[in-house]
């Protein structure tokens, strides 16, 4: 079901979750999708579109800030609340809630793995922090902590691996071709 690609894969259309559009409709479009902590809790308080029609105001942002969300909860309850409630194509009650369960199953799966990709980062980020290029690393326009730690991983830290930046462009594969013939260069 829910990838832990930490976010990416959940962007994509979850197959397990067509029987339930309105799910679909509430959390793909959002930055990390179904991998969203906001949008797990939700699901589990809701896991059938039936159950999910029923939910109240209060449920809802009871859900979200169990989840962590600090901002615009009760403007998010509200959209929630709005999706859940409008027509959706629906399956018999006996399949959706066929389909609840095994969502539920996957949930706690998908949680334990996006608790691990969160531990992950966590200590990427303390040992990148530790290390003495660190700031150079981040002073770069457009890196953070991650994307930063993974470039260093990439370069690797021995300084002496490249004699100058043309070098380092070059193993980017950035650096321009020089060919030469006969008559051109």
Same mark, same amino acid.
Do not use: W
């Given at each position: 079901?829910?990838?832990?690609?930490?976010?990416?894969?959940?962007?994509?259309?979850?197959?397990? &979750?067509?029987?339930? !559009?309105?799910?679909?409709?509430?959390?793909?479009?959002?930055? /990390?999708? =179904?991998?969203?902590?906001?949008? %797990?809790?939700?699901?589990?308080?809701? !896991?059938? !579109?039936? %159950?999910?029609?029923?939910?109240?105001?209060?449920?809802?942002?009871?859900?979200?800030?169990?989840?962590?969300?600090?901002?615009?909860?009760?403007? $998010?309850?509200?959209? =929630?609340?709005?999706?859940?409630?409008?027509?959706?194509?629906?399956?018999?009650?006996?399949?959706?809630?066929?389909?609840?369960?095994?969502?539920?199953?996957?949930?706690?799966?998908?949680?334990?793995?996006?608790?691990?990709?969160?531990? &992950?980062?966590?200590?990427? $980020?303390?040992?990148?922090? $530790?290390?003495?290029?660190?700031?150079?690393?981040?002073?770069?326009?457009? =890196?953070?902590?991650?994307?930063?730690?993974?470039? &260093?991983?990439?370069?690797?830290?021995?300084?002496? %691996?490249?004699?100058?930046?043309?070098?380092?462009?070059?193993?980017? /594969?950035?650096?321009?071709?020089?060919?030469?013939?006969?008559?051109?260069?």
């Amino acid at each position: 079901m829910l990838s832990a690609g930490q976010s990416r894969s959940c962007q994509e259309r979850a197959p397990e &979750l067509e029987y339930y !559009p309105a799910a679909l409709e509430a959390f793909q479009s959002k930055v /990390g999708g =179904l991998a969203r902590s906001d949008a %797990r809790a939700v699901l589990a308080a809701a !896991p059938t !579109p039936a %159950r999910a029609a029923k939910l109240s105001l209060p449920q809802l942002r009871s859900a979200l800030k169990r989840a962590g969300r600090q901002r615009s909860i009760d403007a $998010e309850a509200e959209r =929630l609340r709005d999706i859940f409630r409008a027509d959706h194509a629906r399956h018999p009650n006996a399949v959706e809630d066929a389909f609840g369960h095994q969502l539920l199953a996957l949930l706690k799966q998908f949680d334990g793995a996006c608790q691990a990709g969160d531990d &992950l980062a966590e200590v990427v $980020e303390a040992a990148f922090r $530790e290390h003495p290029d660190a700031e150079k690393y981040l002073s770069f326009p457009g =890196l953070g902590v991650q994307l930063a730690a993974r470039l &260093l991983a990439e370069i690797g830290d021995d300084r002496t %691996r490249f004699a100058n930046a043309r070098g380092l462009k070059a193993y980017a /594969g950035s650096a321009p071709i020089t060919r030469a013939s006969g008559k051109k260069s």
